[in-house]
């Protein structure tokens, strides 16, 4: 299954936001990615979510000001264990308030 080899971009930052570009074309493993997701936490939380990317960009919406963020990408190719594990993460903080 695919796996990024890097962490996802980080194009903007504001207090409850931020703006990621997945960087899902730098891939080990087998394709086509035919899904891209997002997962994201705090750096001391679990893991919260994960959305589905259909775009170049993702932002995260709904965040916390100030508070430190790792945000990661899952890829799927068809078939049985489709679902790759998550490739490096981002960690970036949102601004303050």
Known sequence: ????????????????????????????????????????????GNWAETHVVDAPTYKLWHLDPDVEYEIKVLLTRPGEG????PGPPLITRTKCA
């Open 82 to 85: 489709g679902t790759g594990p």
């Open 1 to 44: 299954p695919p796996t990024p080899i890097a962490p996802p971009e980080l194009l903007a930052v504001g207090a409850t936001y931020l703006w990621i570009k997945p960087n899902a074309n730098s891939i080990i493993g087998d394709g086509p990615i035919i899904l891209k997701e997002v997962e994201y936490r705090t750096t001391t």
